[in-house]
């Protein structure tokens, strides 16, 4: 697939994406790294293996996957954000790696050989795809048998940070009140259902370790920082300078109403790491 024949909604992700990539993990706030290494740590990559990084982003995954696959492996990160993958590059080559290949390109259709990655993984991705079963089956084709998959996907949040994202909600577009993304409800709302997602692509051996991640913000602003540097940046994009100040507001109010008596203010996140099998 040309990405001139990528689908609007993904092209339209991309582009907050684009918009982020300057701060993206980059705001002092441990997210994405927290995720990425606890998949990696899953998914036991081995020395010499051939990864496909699927969505890299600014790299949470990709450079813990290079450093354990080594000089005699090769992992190739694909992002369909140029703002992302020009970020990242810059990265890599600031880090001197050697082993890591970047590509824009749409992570519903990766333009890859067939058995052409030991090992596929996917942060916090697999939800954004317009759809998830087919982009699944094309992955299915790019890991080699006898390969391994492993992607994260979010359950629960604590309901302090369910309410917080739930002033945004009269302000978003339908297209926005996906509830894939919230681990509310659909495949995406359970263990069995991501799983599921996985069996049906082919995948065998599927399994789930979840954990709960706490992220701690030293005050209102800080969220409001790390709030626009990653996908929830499309958020304050729908609601506008119109409602900008409101939303703020109530969203600062909430936050100072959550917060423990050392000053921190804590939400958390319960994470999943779904992993499985090529046959």
């Known amino acids: ?33 927290p995720i990425a290494d606890r998949l990696v740590a899953e998914v036991r990559p081995a020395a010499g293996e051939r990864v496909l990084d699927v969505g890299c982003g600014r790299g949470a995954a990709l450079f813990p996957l290079a450093e354990a696959v080594g000089p005699s492996g090769q992992v190739t990160g694909i992002d369909l954000s140029s703002g992302m993958i020009a970020a990242t590059a810059a990265d890599v080559a600031a880090r001197g790696v050697t082993n890591v290949s970047l590509a824009v390109m749409d992570a519903s259709a990766p333009s890859l050989p067939p058995g052409s990655a030991d090992l596929l993984t996917a942060s916090l991705v697999l939800f954004f795809l317009p759809d998830p079963g087919a982009a699944l089956s094309r992955w299915f084709d ?9 992607v994260t996907t979010f359950g629960a949040a604590d309901p302090s940070w369910t309410a917080l994202d739930d002033l945004f909600r009269p302000f978003l577009p339908q297209q926005m009140l996906d509830a894939r ?31 709960h991640l706490p992220v701690l913000f030293e005050d209102p602003e800080e969220w409001y920082r790390w709030s626009w540097s990653h996908g929830q940046r499309a958020m304050w994009e729908a609601v506008g300078t119109e409602h900008h100040d409101e939303v703020r507001d109530l969203a600062f109010a909430h936050l100072e109403a959550c917060r423990r008596a050392d000053g921190i203010i804590p939400l958390g996140q319960h994470v999943r790491v779904t992993l499985a099998d090529r046959p």
């Not at 790019?142 to 492993?150: A, D, Q």
């Open 181 to 211: 993304t919230s681990g509310r409800q659909g495949p995406f709302g359970s263990d069995e259902g991501v799983e599921g997602l996985l069996a049906a692509a082919g995948f065998t051996g599927t399994r789930t370790v979840g954990f």
């Open 142 to 150: 790019v890991v080699v048998g006898g390969g391994r998959i492993g």
């Open 1 to 33: 697939m040309s990405l001139a024949e990528v689908p609007e909604s993904s092209r339209r992700i991309a582009s907050v994406f684009d918009r982020a990539a300057a701060t993206y993990d980059g705001v002092g706030v441990p997210w994405f790294q």
